[in-house]
Nanobody, 122 residues
Framework: QVQLVESGGGLVQAGGSLRLSCTAS????????MGWFRQAPGKDGDFVAW??????DYAGSVKGRFTISRDNAKNTVYLQMNSLKPEDTAVYRC?????????????????WGQGTQVTVSS
């Protein structure tokens, strides 16, 4: 019933920008949360950002460069990524859950998108 569809990944040069989108269908998650996680080649997945009821939080490595936002009418969450660095290269996945606790912990999310590749060249 629930599906998350991501888009917006691509190849950019260091210092450039990308905007990722994730649209949820089947549920609004208005009482829960949506977030972004990423996994670089050969590394474990990492928390990037979450949105919950208008509150947001970010990993220290992206704070000040990335912005998460939500369009409630479209049931879509966005990740605006500026000043991209090669170390930001990863598969980015959006996730959603119905609770508002442990929002930076990946395994607590029950719904996931398919992932979109972001590659930043030097």
């Amino acid at each position: 019933q629930v599906q998350l569809v991501e888009s917006g990944g691509g190849l950019v040069q260091a210092g450039g920008s990308l905007r990722l989108s994730c649209t949820a269908s089947g549920r609004t998650f208005s009482s829960g949360a949506m977030g972004w996680f990423r996994q670089a080649p050969g590394k474990d997945g990492d928390f990037v950002a979450w949105w919950s009821g208008g509150s947001t939080d970010y990993a220290g490595s992206v704070k000040g460069r990335f912005t998460i936002s939500r369009d409630n009418a479209k049931n879509t969450v966005y990740l605006q990524m500026n000043s991209l660095k090669p170390e930001d290269t990863a598969v980015y996945r959006c996730a959603a859950k119905s609770s508002r606790t442990s929002l930076d912990v990946a395994w607590t999310y029950g719904y996931w998108g398919q992932g979109t590749q972001v590659t930043v060249s030097s």
